[in-house]
């Protein structure tokens, strides 16, 4: 059959008001990627393996916890939602709102989300309330006028997102046959991070993964959580909140993550690990994932893999011979700037033969 998405896949595993008109964009199902080339880059003889969620219909995980979140909105009967976000949360909001007939309210740090974020969150008519202050400053104010009522919150604190957002973790078991190893994520709001951990934490599944996987192995078997956060944003490698968050990489641009506790949790129950790595460091990144294995994240995206790098180079993490998920969270194309300005350019050639056989022969 057809993939539906998310609910109506896993909604028996999930908790949810029994009976919901799921809302769907036929979101999750994304690929999971062998990466043998960027795994010489990172080096260390790791078997590295991309979770591409910038396949979900918004071009980022969060529709995961968008379908649950705005699907339990519309049967408690609210009319209107609201979150804070870097980008993409609201996009995904947005997104899934107009599919309700829901109005959407979202709050942005002025001059700090990228370009195509923006244009999604603005076509799917939302209203872009954009502030002078950090996601953190725009998280508090809408988890304040959350409380009137009026207005339902979708950001990561609300549990319904966390619901959909673990079945990342099961659809990741599926398709490797086994529980990675090792599972790598950039670390924001930790909310996925909280999603994956509770994934790989639940009951498992009644029927066998794969051929590979004749007994599911979730919740006996469970990976180490390596998490990245940027220098310039990380709050949980310091150990305190950052009042003045500054990285390149917006969408982890977060001084003070709700889910600081969970996230802490997770991290020691799996006998993970967490660092913070460089905004170079997660560029570099970033155009290893493209040109190596032709797969086009956005920069925080990509700190899943900087991070993974730094901890082998450090000899902070021992992956040898060992299964390593990757996730990137998002798609590359939601930040075109960020895309240009790491890469060469265009090359200015002039429209004859001559000029042409010169620019490839010059470029080859
Ligand atoms: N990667 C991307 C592309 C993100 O957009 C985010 C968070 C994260 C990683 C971090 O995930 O917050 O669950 O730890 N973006 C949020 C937003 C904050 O508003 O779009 P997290």
């Known amino acids: 059959m057809a993939w539906q998405g998310l609910i109506h896949k896993y909604g028996e595993r999930m908790k949810l008001t029994p009976g919901a008109n799921p809302v769907t964009l036929h979101e999750g199902n994304t690929p999971l990627i062998p990466a043998p080339d960027l795994a010489k880059w990172i080096g260390h003889g790791i078997d590295l393996h991309l979770k591409y969620e910038g396949m979900n219909p918004t071009g980022s995980f ?4 968008m379908t649950t979140a705005i699907t339990e909105s519309l049967a408690r ?29 979202v709050l942005v740090p002025a001059g700090k989300v990228a370009l195509g974020k923006i244009a999604g969150t603005l076509a799917y008519g939302a209203r872009v309330l954009s502030i002078d202050g950090s996601f953190d400053t725009a998280l508090n104010l809408v988890r304040k006028i959350s409380e009137d009522g009026d207005v339902d919150l979708v950001n990561s604190v609300n549990p319904a997102r966390i619901e959909g ?8 078991v599926e398709q490797l046959g086994q529980v990675p190893d090792w599972l790598s994520l950039p670390v924001g709001n930790a909310g996925n991070i909280t999603a994956y951990w509770k994934g790989f934490c639940s009951k498992p599944c009644l029927s066998p993964c794969s051929a590979a996987c004749l007994q599911c192995p979730i919740g006996t078997i469970k990976p180490r959580l390596l998490g990245t956060q940027a220098a310039g944003a990380a709050p949980l490698v310091l150990g305190h909140p950052v009042d003045h968050p500054e990285t390149k990489a917006t969408a982890i641009r977060i001084g003070n993550p709700a889910r600081w506790d969970e996230a802490i949790a997770a991290l020691s129950e799996s006998g993970g690990h967490i660092l913070a790595a460089l905004d170079e460091e997660i560029f570099a990144a970033y155009s290893a994932v493209a040109r190596t ?6 920069p925080s995206s990509a700190a899943s893999v900087a991070g993974l790098k730094k901890a082998l180079d450090r000899g902070e993490i021992e992956a040898a011979g060992q299964t390593v998920v990757c996730v990137l969270t998002g798609n590359g194309l939601k930040d075109p700037d960020s895309a240009t300005e790491s890469s060469k350019g265009l090359i200015p050639t002039e429209a004859t033969f001559d000029a042409l056989r010169r620019s490839i022969l010059e470029n080859l």
């Open 165 to 172: 957002q673990q079945t990342a973790a099961w659809e990741i």
């Open 62 to 65: 969060k529709d995961r916890g």
């Open 77 to 105: 009967g609210s009319k209107a939602v609201i979150c804070a976000s870097t980008g993409n949360t609201s996009a995904s909001a947005a997104a899934y709102a107009a599919r309700a007939g829901m109005t959407c309210f």
């Open 293 to 298: 294995e032709g797969v086009f994240c956005e």
